[in-house]
Nanobody, 129 residues
Framework: QVQLVESGGGLVQAGGSLRLSCTASGSTFSRYAMAWFRRAPGKEREFAAS????????SYADSVKGRFTISRDNAYSLVTLEMNSLKPDDTAVYYC??????????????????????WGQGTQVTVSS
């Protein structure tokens, strides 16, 4: 079992930045690939970014590539999402998720919400125009 708690959401103007954090507890954090998903009002949940358990495989959705940066610190059981150049379209609830990782896993698996066993409660990000 893994418990995930997100923090760092809030209200920001377009062009601004936010940093989301997700702290894990309850199991060996370094065994899990981690990801951020988001759900905008009236839309399906979508993949934003992922990082493998060892940090060597990082992937981004095209919509956030070049603006968002995911990172992890296994010593502190922490994964962060640095979000820059925010747009109103980035407004959503952002969720942290954990997936028991395997060496042969690759990008498409990390992008699928159905692969993730554990989820946080979410943190709201609102970008005003």
């Amino acid at each position: 079992q893994v418990q995930l708690v997100e923090s760092g959401g809030g209200l920001v103007q377009a062009g601004g930045s936010l940093r989301l954090s997700c702290t894990a507890s309850g199991s060996t954090f370094s065994r899990y690939a981690m990801a951020w998903f988001r759900r905008a009002p009236g839309k399906e949940r979508e993949f934003a970014a992922s990082v493998s358990s060892g940090g060597d495989k990082i992937s981004y959705a095209d919509s956030v590539k070049g603006r968002f940066t995911i990172s992890r610190d296994n010593a502190y059981s922490l994964v962060t999402l640095e979000m820059n150049s925010l747009k109103p379209d980035d407004t959503a609830v952002y969720y942290c998720a954990a997936l028991p990782d395997r060496p042969w896993y690759s990008g498409t698996r990390y992008h699928s919400a159905r692969e993730y066993d554990y989820w946080g409660q979410g943190t709201q990000v609102t970008v005003s125009s």
